[in-house]
């Protein structure tokens, strides 16, 4: 069963920064092919994806987040990072590690992120 645990979240100033981490357990990531994001859900709002990789490396970023956020991963290909650069106010949200393997979903249960003014 594959298991995503995030870490890394927290209350931060406009301006700062903070890095997400999600650790998968329960497969071997680095022998499929896979995608691997962070989602976000404002209150009431639907959820959005911020960031995405690919098992061959390629990544895709929501507008609102690029040139502030970057996504990476360690070599095994099992945790992913969300450095978050300069972050505003409407950056406040609960952020979701996502996984698809296998044409499976996995959700992990999500960090709080939130930016003051």
């Known amino acids: 069963q594959v298991q995503l645990v995030e870490s890394g979240g927290g209350l931060v100033q406009a301006g700062g920064s903070l890095r997400l981490s999600c650790g998968a357990s329960?497969?071997?990531?680095?022998?499929?092919?896979?995608?691997m994001a962070w989602y976000r859900q404002a209150p009431g709002k639907q959820r959005e994806l911020v960031a995405g990789i690919f098992s061959s490396g390629s990544t895709n970023y929501a507008d609102s987040v690029k040139g502030r956020f970057t996504l990476s991963r360690n070599n095994a290909g099992n945790t992913v990072y969300l450095q978050m650069n300069s972050l505003k106010p409407e950056d406040t949200a609960v952020y979701y590690c996502y996984a698809n393997l296998l044409s499976n979903n996995y959700w992990g249960q999500g960090t709080q992120v939130t930016v003051s003014s």
């Open positions: 329960g497969f071997t990531f680095s022998s499929y092919d896979y995608y």
